[in-house]
């Protein structure tokens, strides 16, 4: 895989089903790397596999797609080149999609009503005077901003608590209503200063419930409840009162009585609601007048992660996509009671999840494929797209394959090592995750894919402080930062470096966020690679908690409070032992990693000499490598094999070698 395949991924997000179950509508995205800047379209397709996809419409960002439940519109975000996401309603019927919203900063994803005539969903609302809501006040002409809390900003959004968010409901224009009859206007539900999130229907359509953190300990903490008001905003209610961390309620469909709430929740986090170290989320029940979300995994076992999508009630069963060991298992759990059943297990991670007339249709990842969806029924399951098609024909992807370690004192090691096409031994790349709670598996990676095509063998691993092992797992690292999670780091990499295909003279190490600290903090104990890459790195715990939105809790519960424990474990105590060349990347928009823990560590190897570069993205937050700007995207992998390139030349990466990188900050320039 070239850089420039970028353009070639298809990424489907989670299907909705029509209601009798004979077909699936998907988005796919797509970057458009001439127009820098991402496409998505929705595709339909037969869950009986009598027919390919077919595109369903042609708008520039179309995305968020849900049948009704009487089958007769889809509902789904549109957005123009520029624009904010709104509300778009096409009938199934045939015709032309309607537009429903105009919010200035967009609309969030629809939740039908049962009766198909209203549609609940959440945006933020912005203050007067600020975010365009008055022509020609320029942001940098706004008023001062008095931040009286804790949580007021977040990575990728800005500042938050003049751009609250919060639900609404909109009543849909009747079924023979004229195009240009005006349609309602969307009534606010929900006011405050809190973000109201991940709106839902009482199955009678009579109330919503919705996730807030409206407690007099939310400023301090991370626990949010469930809470239910009827569709007008009456009779506000807390449903959850607890230490958890609640997301994406929903009701069993088939009980009109709503007696039962279903929820995604980190069930318990302690007394101060901080305790979030390891802590898997797991899917939880909660009488509907009120109590306590009781877990139905178990969650020192089970993790549904961060990304999990959506919990999906139908049938009497529930459908949840869980981590395990790399993969993400796509579970039916029975509400009766009984054993979960694996209905997508393996090398595969599920990435969305759709049901309807007893047909399940998965959005599910491989390590060719960025998304497939599989439609499941009882004992048959059948592949219904290719959307992988397009990147697979290249010829230049790669097989993943599993290897596991062992540690100095004896823990297990999981990971993968993918190495590229003829005879070794190649140089290595040791990539390091973000997180430290998440996962590295099976799925389609397309920074790995491009090393290992540029002539790279490319090590991963999923060392204690990972997620999908069990909670104990996720815990090990708490106030040992640094300590078991390197040991493991290094004693995968030791025990891969024994294949032949692999050269064990020529190494280099890379990672990003937590493995952006990784990196920092190997490289400043050790001299054994050949070069760095440090890219949004946590490298100053100390610095991090005054600069990053979630620096008033994040250092705490991970590293301790102690001044010297705390200094034990930071990589940026370390840096002035630092030797290796050391590529510096960062985000000039980044609020979870800010930049100044990039531009610290280039000033402290640029001032002692040592080969550095620091590359800056403009306008970028932190998961720049994931969803930035397409051209940027495309930029950041080349500047990278360029790197490669000239501390660990291939006879595939000779030319990004050859690339000029610019005068770096502080390289005199040519006169003229």
Not at 253 to 276: C, I, K, M, S, W
Request: hydrophobic residues 35%; charged residues 25%.
């Amino acid at each position: 895989m070239r850089p420039d395949d970028l353009a070639s991924l298809r990424t489907p997000g989670a299907a909705t089903v029509t209601p009798d179950g004979s077909t699936a509508v998907v988005a796919v995205t797509r970057l458009d790397l001439d127009g820098d800047q991402y496409r998505s379209q929705l595709w339909a397709v037969p869950t009986d596999a009598s027919a390919p996809a077919r595109p369903l419409t042609h708008g520039h960002r179309d995305s968020a797609p849900v049948f009704s439940p009487d089958g007769r519109w889809l509902a789904f975000l549109g957005a123009e080149s520029g624009g904010k996401p709104q509300l778009h309603l096409l009938p199934t019927g045939g015709g032309e999609a309607r537009r429903l919203t105009d919010h200035p900063l967009g609309a969030g994803a629809p939740v039908w009503a049962p009766d198909s005539r209203r549609i609940a969903y959440t945006a933020r609302v912005p203050e007067e005077g600020r975010y365009g809501t008055v022509e020609g006040v320029d942001p940098a002409a706004e008023p001062p901003r008095l931040i009286t809390t804790l949580k007021y900003r977040s990575d990728d959004v800005g500042f938050t608590t003049d751009r609250r968010q919060h639900v609404f409901v909109l009543d849909l224009p009747d079924d023979d209503a004229d195009d240009e009859v005006p349609v309602a206007e969307p009534v606010q539900v929900t006011s405050g200063d809190h973000d109201d999130t991940d709106v839902a229907w009482h199955p009678a359509g009579t109330e919503l419930v919705f996730v807030s953190a409206r407690h007099p300990r939310a400023d301090r903490d991370l626990v949010s409840d469930v809470w239910a008001c009827r569709p007008d905003g009456s009779h506000l209610r807390r449903v959850t009162e607890s230490r958890s961390s609640c997301s994406a309620p929903t009701y069993d469909p088939d009980d009109l009585e709503g007696r039962t709430v279903y929820l995604a929740a980190q069930p318990d986090l302690g007394p101060e609601g901080l305790d979030f170290v390891g802590r898997g989320t797991v899917p939880c029940r909660v009488d509907a007048a009120g109590g306590h979300p009781q877990p139905l995994l178990d969650p020192a076992k089970h993790d549904l992660g961060h990304d999990f999508g959506r919990v999906v009630v139908a049938g009497g069963d529930l459908f949840v996509a869980v981590q395990k060991q790399g993969a993400v298992e796509l579970l039916r759990v029975p509400l009766a009671g009984g054993e979960p059943e694996a209905l997508v297990d393996g090398p595969y991670t599920t990435r969305g999840i759709g049901v309807g007339g007893g047909v399940v249709v998965a959005t599910v990842a491989h390590d060719r494929s960025a998304g497939e969806l599989l439609a499941i029924t009882p004992g048959r399951r059948r592949l219904l797209t290719g959307f992988g098609s397009l990147l697979q024909g290249t010829g230049r992807l790669h097989a993943m394959r599993e290897k596991t370690a062992t540690a100095p004192d004896g823990y297990p090691v999981h990971g993968w090592i993918t190495v590229p096409d003829g005879p070794g031994p190649h140089p290595v790349l040791l990539t390091v995750h973000g997180g430290p709670h998440s996962q590295y598996g099976w799925s389609l990676f397309d920074e790995t894919q491009v090393y290992v095509s540029a002539g790279y063998a490319v090590l991963q691993c999923n060392p204690r402080g990972s997620s999908g092992y069990g909670e104990e797992h996720g815990r090990a690292v708490r106030e040992r930062f640094g300590e078991v999670d390197a040991d493991d780091v290094v004693a995968f990499l030791d025990e891969a470096l024994q294949e032949p295909e692999l050269d064990d003279t020529r190494v280099g190490l890379m990672g990003g966020s937590y493995g952006g600290y990784m990196t920092t903090l190997l490289v400043g104990r050790t001299q054994r690679f050949a070069a760095a890459i440090s890219e949004r790195a946590f490298n100053d715990p100390v610095s991090f908690v005054g600069s990053s939105d979630i620096g008033f809790f994040f250092p705490d519960q991970y590293l301790g409070t102690d001044p010297e424990r705390v200094a034990a474990q930071s990589a940026m105590a370390g840096a002035h032992r630092i030797t290796t060349p050391t590529m510096v990347i960062h985000s000039e928009e980044d609020w979870r990693c800010p930049l100044e823990q990039g531009t610290r560590l280039f000033v402290e190897l640029k001032r002692r000499g040592v080969p550095s570069e620091l590359l800056l993205f403009p306008g970028e937050g932190h998961e720049l490598s994931r969803t930035g700007r397409p051209r940027h995207r495309l930029a950041r992998l080349e500047h990278v094999l360029r790197w490669w390139g000239r501390w660990l030349p291939t006879a595939q990466n000779s030319t990004a070698a050859a690339l000029p990188a610019g005068p770096t900050a502080g390289e005199q320039q040519p006169a003229g």
